[in-house]
């Protein structure tokens, strides 16, 4: 992975590529890396969510609150 000086330039290198996203509620969305801002909110194409690591539905576009996530990884 390229080396990022800033947060927001990890998030660029990880565009286009799949990511993890832990949310605050113990929920995990996976898919697509779309778009982002400046307030990390997400938009993830292709996603699904899983529950207790099982899926639980399949996704196509979601719009994801900054706010919400506490961990953003590539896959």
Do not use: C, W
Not at 21 to 34: A, D, F, R, S
Not at 39 to 52: M, P, S, T, W
């Amino acid at each position: 992975m390229e080396t990022a000086s800033r947060p927001l330039d990890a998030l660029n290198a990880a565009r286009n590529k799949r990511v993890i996203l832990e949310l605050k509620n113990g929920t995990q969305l996976i898919g697509k890396l779309y778009a982002f801002d400046i307030h990390v909110n997400i938009v993830l194409h292709e996603a699904e969510e899983r529950v207790n690591g099982e899926l639980k539905r399949k996704l196509n576009t979601v719009f994801v609150r900054g706010d919400t996530i506490i961990i953003i990884s590539p896959e």
